[in-house]
C-alpha cells in the first residue's frame, strides 16, 4: 500500500511554521501564572463543622392527647434543609447586620435594599458548605484574605444560624399560641368550678346520689306500708258493714264474730239467757213471771252489748278513718319524695356533665401548660444545641493559603499556555487558505511544479515565478481548450 500523505510530517510542518506564535502565548500565559502566584493576595479558608443529631419533633396543636413521639432517622434531605437555612438570605442578611454592629460594614456605609442584596450575594460567593461522607455533619468553610475577620464572620454566621434555626422551629409566636390557650383554658375551668359550687348550694345537699337512694328505701318502705294498711281497710270495711248489719237488724244478734273480750263474754251471756229462757218455754208460757224475769235479763244483757258494739263499731270506723288518712298522706309522701329524686336526677346530670367538662377542660390545660412550657424551653438556643445540633469544631484557619497556591498555579500556567498556544497555532494554520507545498498548487489548482522556491527567497529578491515558464503554462493551456479537427 503506498501512503498518499504523512500525518506526522504535516502536524511537525505546522507546529514549526507556527512556532513563534505558540511560543508567544505560552510564555505570556506561563508569565501571568507568575504574576497570579507571586503577586495575587493571598486568600485562606476558615472552616468549621455542624453536628445534626435529630430531627424536629412535631406535635400538632390540635391534638390534645398523649402523644406518643418516636424518633426517626436522619436523611441527607434533612441535611440539605440545614445547609439551605446556612444560606438563607435571611441568614446572611441578619449576619451583615450583626457585623455592621462589631465594625465590620459589608454595605461600605450604604443603605437601602441594594447594598444590602450586594452584600449577600458577596456572602453567598465566599460561603461553601458541604456534607461530610458518612456522617451527619455538614462542613462550612469561608474564604477570606484577612484570616482574622474570617473567623469573626463565621463565628457571627454561626450564631445568627443557631437563632434562626430555633425561630423557624420554635416560632415566638407558638409560645404566645400556647400560652393564649392555657389562660383560655384555666378562666373557662374556673367558671365551671364555680358553676358547680353554686349549683350544690341551690340543691342543700353534698351528696345528691346518696340522697336519692335513701329515698328511694323510704319510697320503698312506704309502698309496703301502704299495701298492708289497704289489706287492713278491706277487713275492716268487711267488719263493720257486718256489725252495722247486725245493729240495724230487728232480732236479737249474738255478735259472735266479733273478737272482743267484752263482747265476746256479753255474747256468752246473752247466749245462756236464751237457751235458759228455752228452757223456760218448755214449762211456762209467756205471760208467767218466770219467763217475764228471763226476757227481762235478756233484754237488759242484749242493751249493754248493743252498746258495747256500737262503741267497737265507732271504734273501728275510727281505725278505719286513720288508715285512709294514712294511706292518703303517705301518698303525698311518696310524691314528694319521687319529686325530690326527679329534681336530684337533674342535678346530677347538670353535676355529671359539669364534672365530665371540668375534667376534660383540667386536661386541656394541663396540655397546653406543658406544651407552653416545651415550646418555651425548646425557643432557647441552648435547647438547640443540647437535643438539636452542636458545633463540632469553631471556626478556624491552617493559616496555609488556599489560593494562589505556587506549585500548581505554575504547572497549570504553563500546562495551559502550551495548550492555548498549540491550539491558536493550529487554528490559524486552519484558516489560512495560501499554498503552503508545492503539493497544494497540483492538488488544488490543477498545475504541474517544477520546482518551489522557500518564502525566505523573498527576503533575497529572488522571484517567486518565471516569466518565460508562466508563458509556456499558459500556452499548454490554450492548446488543451482548442476543438480536435476530424
Known sequence: MIKTENYL????????????????????????????????PS?????????????????????????????????SEDLRSEMQLIESPDVLRATVEALKKR?????????????????????AKHLELSIVPKAFVIKVVWTDSNVERGVAILKTLLDVYIRYRSSVFNPTSAE???????????????EHEQALTELYQTINTPTPDQEMKINMDIVRDIKVNIEGARREILDLRKLTDEIKAALDSNEVQLFSFVDNPSIVALSSKLQELLIKRSDAFRVYTDESPQVKRVDEQINQ?????????????????????????????????INELTQRNLELQSFQSKVDKLQTEIKMLKHSYETFFRRFEESRMAASPEANNLFSISVLNQPFSSGVPVFPRKLPVLVLSLFVGLLAGVSIGFLQEFFDHTFKTPRDVTVFAGLPTLFSISADSLALGI????????????????????????
Not at 176 to 190: E, I
Not at 464 to 483: D, M
Open 43 to 75: 486568600s485562606y479558608a476558615v472552616e468549621c463543622s455542624i453536628l445534626v443529631k435529630s430531627k424536629k419533633l412535631e406535635k400538632s396543636p390540635e391534638a390534645l392527647e398523649a402523644q406518643e413521639l418516636r424518633l426517626s432517622e436522619l436523611t
Open 176 to 190: 404566645g399560641f400556647f400560652k393564649s390557650q392555657r389562660d383560655n383554658f384555666s378562666d373557662t375551668l374556673q
Open 103 to 123: 465594625g465590620l460594614d459589608f454595605t461600605h456605609g450604604e443603605t437601602g435594599n441594594e447594598a444590602m442584596s450586594e452584600a449577600v450575594d458577596f456572602f
Open 463 to 486: 522571484p517567486l515565478v518565471n516569466k518565460s515558464l508562466t508563458a509556456s503554462t499558459k500556452k499548454q493551456k490554450q492548446s488543451k481548450k482548442k476543438p480536435e479537427k476530424k
Open 301 to 333: 244483757v242484749f242493751g249493754v252489748l248493743q252498746s258495747e258494739v256500737d262503741i267497737y263499731y265507732n271504734n273501728l270506723k275510727g281505725k278505719l278513718e286513720a288508715k285512709e288518712l294514712f294511706i292518703e298522706t303517705a301518698t303525698i309522701r
Open 9 to 40: 510530517r504535516e502536524l511537525a510542518i505546522i507546529f514549526f511554521a507556527q512556532q513563534r506564535i505558540i511560543f508567544t502565548v505560552m510564555v505570556a500565559l506561563t508569565l501571568a501564572g507568575v504574576a497570579i502566584a507571586f503577586l495575587w
